[in-house]
């Protein structure tokens, strides 16, 4: 069964720091790997995804994440931290052999930037 | 571009009532998806539907009865609200092929629904 672990449920760095989000994952088929974010009373939107390729994925708002299979990691990334940046992020999976395009969620981990 | 349109944005209930979810897509995605958001558990699939007239149950579909309506509309039913049902309510859309899973695209998400439970 495809499963996704968030480690860490709440993370704070400063302002101009590097973020780090840790995702692992489960999967006994290739997997496909999306990041979302969500701010306040919103839905979410997606940050990044990984397919197939090249496996430093870039997203938006300067986020960039990679895929290592042999650490069934897709961390997510961002040099310098932003004010704006203080959200809640989920790591997602959809199994590659998925043909209904179900997500599994991550627990979530809520990002605060200290000024 | 409304993208996925979810009513009501905000319902209080009291336990054993019943009310309907209403979400309306306007991207022409095939597949639609009802998840609950609770603190701690990240998002979990209540029902889903990868085509108009065919619905799926998810992680957590007990308590709950989904319709799609047409390809643009797929309502949430909880037909006696319970205490435990008391969450943030999300529907999602995207593009997913049965013949062609590479292609399955990221989902889009609405701005949710706050039910509470009394």
């Known amino acids: 069964a495809q499963s996704v672990t968030q480690l860490g449920s709440h993370v704070s760095v400063s302002e101009g720091a590097l973020v780090l989000l840790r995702c692992n994952y489960s999967s006994s088929v290739p997997p496909y790997l999306f990041w979302y974010v969500q701010y306040p009373n919103q839905g979410l939107q997606l940050l990044l995804k990984?397919?197939?390729?090249?496996?430093l994925v870039k997203g938006i708002n300067g986020f960039e994440a990679e895929f290592k299979k042999s650490e069934t990691s897709f961390h997510l990334t961002k040099p310098s931290a932003h004010m704006s940046d203080a959200a809640e992020y989920f790591c997602a999976v959809i199994r590659g052999s998925s043909n209904t395009g179900k997500l599994i969620f991550g627990q979530g981990t809520t990002l605060q930037v200290k000024p | 571009n409304a993208g996925v349109t979810q009513t009501p944005k905000f319902q209080v209930l009291k336990t054993g009532q019943s009310m309907t979810l209403q979400c309306a897509q306007d991207m022409n995605h095939n597949s639609m998806y009802w998840y609950r958001q609770d603190p701690g558990m990240g998002l979990r699939l209540i029902y889903y539907?990868?085509?108009?007239?065919?619905?799926d149950k998810g992680e957590v579909p007990n308590g709950y009865n989904v319709s799609r309506l047409n390809k643009r509309e797929f309502s949430l039913r909880l037909e006696s609200a319970a205490p435990s049902q008391t969450s943030v309510y999300f529907c999602?859309?995207?593009?997913?092929?049965?013949?062609?899973?590479?292609?399955?695209?990221?989902?889009?998400f609405g701005d949710g629904t706050r039910l509470s439970i009394l």
């Open positions: 999602a859309s995207s593009v997913s092929k049965r013949d062609s899973p590479r292609s399955n695209q990221p989902q889009h």
């Open positions: 539907s990868a085509s108009e007239g065919t619905t």
């Open positions: 990984y397919t197939t390729g090249a496996t």
